[in-house]
């Protein structure tokens, strides 16, 4: 078993060549669709917990029809899920391609 594991790390030709390049994806719309997914993350879930507080106190409607829960709840969940959940999914899409197809 000594044997075994005292023998020198053998490469393969190809492995040396792809280590030896040097790897510069491009990930600056990666970082781009992050920071927006944060941000719509952000956005829409203080919509949410303005929402469920009106739930709770009515007067938080403000008398302003714009604000009012049926209004705002559609904002919440289209802004969770298309704008949040997109951003999330190309920013992971355009991430593993990369990666995975090696394109630089």
């Known amino acids: 078993m000594s044997a075994v594991l ?3 790390h053998v490469q393969l030709p190809s492995v040396r060549w792809a280590a030896s390049q040097a790897t510069s994806y491009n990930d600056k ?3 781009q669709f992050t920071v927006m997914a944060v941000v719509w993350g952000v956005v829409s879930m203080l919509v949410g917990v303005f929402i469920a507080a009106q739930m709770a106190w ?3 409607n ?3 029809p714009w604000l ?3 209004r ?3 904002l919440h969940t289209n ?3 298309f704008a949040f959940g997109g951003c999330a999914l190309f920013a992971t899409s355009y991430y593993v391609v990369q990666r995975t197809c090696q394109v630089r």
Request: hydrophobic fraction near 50%; charge should be positive; proline fraction near 14%.
């Open 6 to 8: 005292s023998t020198p």
């Open 29 to 31: 719309v990666v970082r």
């Open 58 to 60: 009515p007067a938080l």
């Open 62 to 64: 403000f008398g302003i």
């Open 68 to 70: 009012s829960f049926g």
């Open 72 to 74: 705002l709840r559609p």
């Open 79 to 81: 802004a969770a899920i």
